[in-house]
């Protein structure tokens, strides 16, 4: 018995919109967190710091 494999081809159209994708959910999180109070400046700020701004600085 053998088994084939092959290397998977990431498709890189479908990579970049769900990218396009999360990018815009990000900055709708962070307008929504902001303008609704949920959190001020400063607390988004140390938040930032705490994530190394992997998660909350996404302003294009």
Same mark, same amino acid.
């Given at each position: 018995?053998?088994?084939?494999?092959? %290397? +998977?081809?990431?498709?890189?159209?479908? +990579? *970049?919109?769900?990218?396009? %994708?999360? *990018?815009?959910?990000?900055?709708?999180?962070?307008?929504? %967190?902001?303008? &609704?109070?949920?959190? *001020?400046? +400063?607390?988004? &700020?140390? %938040?930032?710091?705490?994530?190394? &701004?992997?998660i909350i600085n996404t302003n294009p």
């Open positions: 018995m053998s088994v084939h494999h092959s %290397i +998977a081809k990431v498709n890189t159209e479908k +990579a *970049d919109q769900m990218k396009m %994708i999360v *990018d815009k959910l990000m900055v709708q999180l962070k307008k929504t %967190i902001i303008e &609704g109070q949920l959190l *001020d400046g +400063a607390e988004m &700020g140390f %938040i930032f710091e705490k994530t190394d &701004g992997l």
